[in-house]
């Protein structure tokens, strides 16, 4: 006997919310044995206990059908719906890549109207209308549209149309603090009646019909989201989905893919979908499809045939292009601005310390990425390494600078270099907002430094400048003083906090980066807050990019206009591919991949030797 009277093997969730665990019944302990050799990533905690991915599971359900009980099989319910999800995504996905031929099961544009019914009263652009057809042809979808292209509303189009065709009855969006804005505003805007939104504090609203979290507040509360979206049928939304591009290695990435299988209907929105490379698109298509999803992207990208893989993965994604917007390119440039004298000293002396620290430290990402910071401020001046008497205390510079005393200590001249040199960037911007203001027009300063973007509302006190940084407690009031104060002529602000999310374009349409570093999808985001759908056709949008001469400036541009190469082939899409090989013109520490720290060495080696 077998022990018929319960299951012959139990399928649920592991400790882990990437795996499954397997429990053999009395009597099938040889049997489960067996299954593991099948499982790649099988491994046996006990003679009746396996644990195994998930991904791979899904990947293999086909091993189950060698179980000699098969009826006696008892599934998690959400997991079982998971796997029959997976099995027909399987069978979609298969079909789709196999064929350019448009089957019985595609959406028109034309029926995008009859689907959303009386209630959505938002104006769709024909690309949008493209999209959404797209979209709602799969049983899960990923939009990677540019950022302006009118993603917000897709999605909110994408969850009427279900709500009126497959009974989805409520929506939980994740994004971070910065997209909260343009949820609200769409939803006005798109509904006859809007719907019941509430954003997650310390506990989920029953009867929400639209719930939004960030990124930060996920993981601690993924035990009750996960039961907000069983209660009902649900919809999840990640939006600037590539915050969890680590997948199962980071926070978010491991609260998005237990939050996933809770969901009748998975949907990702970022722009920027592969900012470091193909291991992101893995990620964020294993969220969407566990399992196929995944392995079609590895099969896709193999051999790096990075042409091949965009037509391979297209029929996978909608993607609405900076052309589709029709939108005047804008006029993107990079300025070389030369170190002053006493600069380059201290910048020479400083690469020979930093090398000294990243001997032997190749692996250590926290350690370089903690020099990348320091050289990039570095690159803009030696002096905001220097202790003030705040980590964040603006650069007190000198007008006219004094005269260099005459046997000074470099470290000494590194805490004063303000009284004796204005740093070039500095000036560099200081030009362009007071040319920008006289003709009437605001910038957008984006620096990366807290400290930086201090001195620089200093520097720029004239033009009554509004700032915004991740310790800004007014944030949505000096938004709107630069949006409305007609003397407000600059913002300043750093991508990690206003990188994502916020609309500018009608404001303003210059900005300057004061500096950069290598996180690619963090700068495509930053460049959009300015140029997105909605401009004039007439309008002219001018990008400048402050390059330090000679300092890591110059790798982390290489180093981005490379990562910018690969997004536009795997995407298909000139627009971002230009981006990579910026016009020059006279005159932080994150995103770090391995490339990026061979280029960083080789480039301290070099001041080392």
């Not at 665990?21 to 099948?38: C, K, M, S, V, Y």
């Not at 237990?258 to 470091?276: D, E, K, Q, S, W």
């Amino acid at each position: 006997m077998t022990g018929s009277a319960g299951p012959s093997l139990v399928i649920g969730f592991g400790d882990d919310v990437t795996t499954a665990r397997l429990r053999a019944g009395d009597g099938h302990e040889p049997d489960l044995r067996r299954l593991a050799l099948r499982l790649r990533s099988g491994v046996q905690r006990s003679a009746s206990t396996m644990d195994v991915a998930i991904d791979d599971l899904l990947t293999n359900l086909v091993a189950l059908s060698t179980w000699p009980e098969p009826a006696s099989v008892s599934w998690d319910p959400q997991l079982a719906a998971l796997a029959t999800d997976s099995a027909v995504d399987a069978q979609t996905v298969e079909a789709r890549l196999a064929s350019d031929t448009p089957s019985a099961a595609e959406v028109s544009v034309d029926d995008i109207d009859v689907l959303t019914g009386a209630e959505w009263i938002g104006d769709l652009t024909a690309f949008q209308r493209r999209d959404i057809a797209k979209l709602l042809s799969l049983r899960h979808g990923a939009n990677f549209s540019v950022p302006g292209a009118g993603k917000t509303r897709v999605a909110l189009a994408v969850f009427q149309a279900l709500r009126q065709t497959k009974r989805i009855e409520r929506i939980l969006i994740v994004g971070p603090k910065s997209c909260y804005e343009a949820w609200q505003e769409e939803n006005k805007i798109c509904f006859a009646t809007p719907l019941r939104t509430d954003v997650f504090s310390r506990e989920a609203d029953p009867s929400s019909e639209a719930l939004i979290v960030n990124y930060e507040r996920l993981a601690p509360a993924v035990d009750e989201l996960g039961q907000w979206l069983t209660a009902r049928p649900s919809m999840l939304v990640l939006d600037e989905a590539h915050r969890m591009k680590l997948g199962a290695d980071g926070t978010y990435g491991s609260a998005c893919l237990a939050l996933g299988p809770r969901a009748r209907h998975r949907l990702i929105l970022t722009g920027t979908p592969a900012p470091n490379g193909v291991k992101d698109l893995e990620n964020l298509f294993g969220f969407v499809w566990p399992g196929h999803g995944r392995q079609k992207v590895i099969q896709a990208v193999a051999g790096g045939d990075l042409p091949k893989a965009s037509k391979v993965l297209r029929p996978l994604f909608a993607r609405t292009t900076k052309s589709d917007l029709g939108l005047t390119p804008p006029e993107t440039k990079m300025v070389p601005v030369p170190m002053p004298p006493l600069h380059r000293e201290v910048y020479e002396a400083l690469c020979g310390r930093f090398s000294a620290r990243a001997n032997g430290a190749e692996g250590d990402f926290a350690a370089l990425g903690k020099i990348v910071v320091y050289m990039l401020m570095a690159a803009t001046s030696p002096a905001l390494l220097s202790v003030g008497t705040t980590r964040h205390e603006p650069l007190a510079y000198q007008v006219p600078p004094l005269a260099v005393p005459p046997d000074t200590p470099l470290f000494r001249l590194m805490q004063d270099l303000p009284a004796y040199e204005l740093s070039p960037k500095y000036q560099e911007t200081l030009a362009i907002v007071a040319k920008n203001a006289a003709a009437g027009r605001k910038t957008l300063v984006w620096s990366t430094f807290i400290r930086s973007l201090n001195t620089l509302q200093r520097l720029l006190s004239t033009f009554n400048p509004a700032m915004v940084h991740g310790g800004t407690e007014d944030r949505e009031d000096q938004i709107t003083r630069f949006r409305n104060d007609p003397d407000c002529m600059v913002l300043l602000s750093n991508p990690a906090t206003l990188g994502e999310g916020i609309s500018l374009h009608h404001h303003c349409h210059d900005a300057v980066y004061v500096d950069r570093d290598f996180a690619a999808g963090r700068f495509l985001q930053s460049l959009d807050r300015i140029h997105r759908l909605g401009l004039p056709p007439e309008t002219e949008t001018r990008i400048t990019v402050l390059v330090t001469e000679s300092s890591i400036d110059e790798i982390v541009a290489a180093r981005l206009g490379d990562k910018l190469e690969f997004m536009g082939r795997i995407l298909d899409d000139p627009a971002v591919h230009e981006l990579a090989d910026l016009d020059e013109e006279p005159s932080v520490g994150g995103g770090l991949d391995q490339r990026d720290i061979r280029a960083l060495l080789g480039h301290l080696r070099g001041h080392s030797v």
